[in-house]
């Protein structure tokens, strides 16, 4: 019936941008990150990857390293970097539920959808984010691409979510962010098949 809403059982939200404010954190650890890597301002290719970081936010940042550094091993050490750097900006009290957001996942849990909150970041940069928050006791589950295969823009995060909280069928799936790769994991190939598009 048109207007009619569709049932939702599992909500698949981004955390950083979406949920979160985090005042610049995230582009202040790659920053340092890169810096830590030998890649300032001013240096030739800062302002290549400058660009790219902000070109895949919400993606995998191990994946955002290899892109910009090639070298696996230096992708690996500036990944790790940018790990404590935005670890250290989260215990420093750099990060807050955006307004409302808290309110949402309680009002989302109360009408009876599961909750996953997912990410670009790594596992452990993660739990560190939800910990500060205190947020574990309003979601069922948390994801980040080591989780679930492949980070945004491909679906495995949101599939992930919906088979591991035994959601219903893919038209249940509800996935909301702030990146263009949030959106684009959240869709699927033919027009009406996730709620999101």
């Known amino acids: ?8 059982s599992v909500a698949c939200l ?11 954190s995230v582009l202040a650890a790659f920053t340092r990150a890169l810096q830590d890597a030998g890649l300032g301002p001013g240096q030739p290719g800062y302002e290549r990857a400058e660009q790219i970081v902000r070109e895949t936010m919400g993606q995998s940042k191990i994946e955002v390293f290899r892109r910009i550094l090639g070298a696996e091993a230096a992708a690996q050490a500036a990944n790790s ?6 670890a250290s900006a989260v215990r420093a009290g750099a990060v807050a539920p ?11 849990r109360a009408g009876g959808v599961k909750i996953c909150l997912a990410t670009g970041f790594s596992p452990v940069t993660r739990d560190v984010l939800l910990d500060a928050l ?18 945004r823009p491909w679906p495995d995060l ?16 509800a996935v909301a962010g702030d990146t263009a790769s949030d959106v684009e994991s959240g869709c699927g190939p033919a027009p009406g098949w996730w709620l999101a598009c």
Request: hydrophobic share 45%; aromatic share 4%; charged share 15%.
């Open 1 to 8: 019936m048109p207007g009619q809403m569709l049932p939702i």
């Open 14 to 24: 981004d955390m950083a941008g979406t949920t979160v404010a985090d005042d610049g």
């Open 81 to 86: 970097a940018f790990e404590l750097h935005y």
């Open 98 to 108: 955006l307004p409302g957001a808290t309110e949402t996942l309680v009002a989302l």
């Open 134 to 151: 205190g947020w574990r006791p309003l979601i069922d589950l948390a994801l980040s691409p080591a989780d679930a295969g492949r980070g």
């Open 158 to 173: 949101p599939l992930t979510a919906l088979l591991r909280l035994r959601g219903g069928a893919v038209t249940e799936l």
